[in-house]
């Protein structure tokens, strides 16, 4: 389960290649509000940061506490890696 704070949870986002190329960093740590689902961070990430983590967000993969995961409604965990689609799979 996620660090809980007094507004929201700690969630560790981590991203990889084109996903840090949109993210401009390799991981962050963001506060999500109690009971965010994998939708709700997808929403999240895009607005934050535009149409490159758009393009990831809607073709890549989550995993969620290491486990790939693709219904938005799954709530999200403590860590959350984010891939970009990869060729071949």
Same mark, same amino acid.
């Given at each position: 389960?996620?660090? #809980? *704070?007094? *507004?929201?949870?700690?969630?560790?986002?981590?991203?990889?290649?084109?996903?840090?190329?949109?993210?401009?960093? #390799?991981? #962050?740590?963001?506060?999500?509000?109690?009971?965010? *689902?994998?939708?709700?961070?997808?929403?999240?990430?895009?607005?934050?940061?535009?149409?490159?983590?758009?393009? $990831?967000? #809607?073709?890549?993969?989550?995993?969620?506490?290491? $486990? $790939?995961?693709?219904?938005?409604?799954?709530?999200?965990?403590?860590?959350?890696?984010v891939?970009?689609?990869?060729?071949?799979?």
């Amino acid at each position: 389960m996620a660090a #809980e *704070t007094g *507004t929201g949870v700690i969630v560790a986002v981590r991203y990889f290649a084109a996903a840090a190329d949109a993210a401009q960093c #390799e991981e #962050e740590q963001l506060v999500l509000e109690d009971g965010a *689902t994998l939708g709700s961070l997808k929403a999240l990430l895009v607005e934050r940061y535009g149409d490159l983590m758009r393009r $990831v967000v #809607e073709s890549g993969s989550f995993l969620l506490n290491g $486990v $790939v995961r693709k219904d938005d409604a799954v709530p999200v965990g403590e860590r959350v890696d984010v891939l970009p689609p990869f060729a071949g799979g």
